[in-house]
C-alpha cells in the first residue's frame, strides 16, 4: 500500500504562485511514475503533470511554461510549482502514485482557488 498526502493548496489572486507537496509513505519502493491531476466542478479530471521515477516529465499544454513538477527521491516527495495562476486553474488538485505492478493511488486532494 501507497499512501498520498497533499497540501499546500489555497486561494491566490490572478498571477499569483502556489507550490503543491504530496508526500508519499508505506511502500515507496513499488512507486515509479507520480503525477499531478486537476478536477474543477462539472469537468472531468485532468492530468496536469507527471514525474517518473528518472526524473523525466511531461505537461498539460493549458499549463506548460507555468507550472513546474519536482520529486526529492530522498524525502518521498513529489512537488507541483504553479506560477502565473489563473482563474481556470481552479480546482481539486490530487496526486497520483502508479507502482510498476501497474497500482494507482490517488491523496485526498487539495483545493486551489485562484480568485481577486
Known amino acids: 500500500q501507497v499512501q498520498l498526502v497533499e497540501s499546500g493548496g489555497g486561494l491566490v489572486q490572478p498571477g499569483g504562485s502556489l507550490r503543491l507537496s504530496c508526500a508519499a509513505s508505506?511502500?515507496?519502493?513499488?512507486?515509479?511514475?507520480m503525477g499531478w491531476y486537476r478536477q474543477a466542478p462539472g469537468k472531468p479530471r485532468e492530468l496536469v503533470a507527471a514525474i517518473t521515477n528518472g526524473g523525466s516529465t511531461s505537461y498539460a499544454d493549458s499549463v506548460k511554461g507555468r507550472f513546474t513538477i519536482s520529486r526529492d527521491n530522498a524525502k518521498n516527495t513529489v512537488y507541483l510549482q504553479m506560477d502565473s495562476l489563473k482563474p481556470e486553474d481552479t480546482a481539486v488538485y490530487y496526486c497520483?502514485?502508479?507502482?510498476?505492478?501497474?497500482?494507482?493511488?490517488w491523496g485526498q486532494g487539495t483545493q486551489v482557488t485562484v480568485s481577486s
Open positions: 508505506g511502500s515507496i519502493w513499488r512507486i515509479g511514475a
Open positions: 497520483k502514485a502508479s507502482t510498476y505492478q501497474g497500482y494507482e493511488y
